[in-house]
């Protein structure tokens, strides 16, 4: 038969079965790994004069549940309060299921729980509001308002009422100004329009003179009109008579037509050109229609 305890000796036992048992205690964040959401954390209390071991995969708690959460980022040196299950919670963590404990322990160092945001008194959050409740960094001043530079709700609800459903859509025929894009099956180009504005279509060749000009376009096709007086004779050959400026160039070479029915092209640098005699003050008029660079 056992031996009985005196009553003096149970207080002793008391703190002996107590000592090997632990229901919560602060801790400090060394490290949080966010794919798991598991913390290393040291307790932040000694025993003896001695510090604790070191706790890893320690679940943090996030409050949430069906798949949703609020979540707040965990930085090493965070406190936190630690909370050890009564059982061992290996297989659970494991599985997510009810299980049998894999060992007989109680209240141990490993089955933590971690709960962030408790804080020490030196690292209470400083000027927290009185009344209104906060998420994240913002500024702490209750009287805090936002200017002219924001739009109240009744603003933004009346901005977004003139904006069209997201199903609206246009005929070809309302659309009767502005640029369509070539990949949309337009033009590239606002407007049509023309000039004689010798020095706006054509810089003339040396020995050269352009005496009549006649320039315009519709979308991406132009139409080019030049009376060129050449003051010296070319027995053969081919001769550029004047370049087309920047912009008034055809995309691909085009054929042009003169009036002696001679062979004449303006080439995708602008140069207008003309191969065949041409004699001395001699005048030529070179037509042509393209599509625009």
Known sequence: MSESLTPQEVPALKREIFSSLHCAMPGIVESFD????TAIVRPALKRKGILLPVI????????????????????AGDEC???????????????????????????????????????????????????????GVHPADVSHIHDDRYY??????????GKSD???????????SGTLAIARGGSGRGSTGATTAIADIATAADDCEITTAQYAWWGKAAMVRLVIKKTTAVSSGNTTLCT????KRPKYIASAVW???????????GAVQVNGAISAGASITIMATYILA
Do not use: Y
């Open 166 to 176: 997201t199903d609206h859509v246009h005929a070809a025929g309302d659309i009767t």
């Open 244 to 247: 087309l400026v920047s912009g």
């Open 34 to 37: 966010a794919a798991s959401q």
């Open 56 to 75: 890893r995969d320690v679940p943090v708690f996030f409050p949430g549940g069906a798949g949703s959460g609020i979540t707040w980022l965990v930085s």
């Open 259 to 269: 009036g002696w029915n001679k062979t004449a092209q303006i080439t995708t640098g």
């Open 81 to 135: 309060l630690l909370v050890f299950a009564d059982f061992d919670i290996d297989r659970w963590f494991e599985s997510g299921s009810a299980e049998n404990p894999a060992s007989e322990r109680n209240h141990a160092l490993s089955d933590a729980f971690a709960f962030a945001g408790f804080r020490s008194r030196g690292n209470a959050l400083t000027d927290l509001p009185e009344s209104p409740s906060f998420f």
């Open 152 to 161: 109240t709700e009744i603003e933004t609800d009346t901005l977004l009422a």
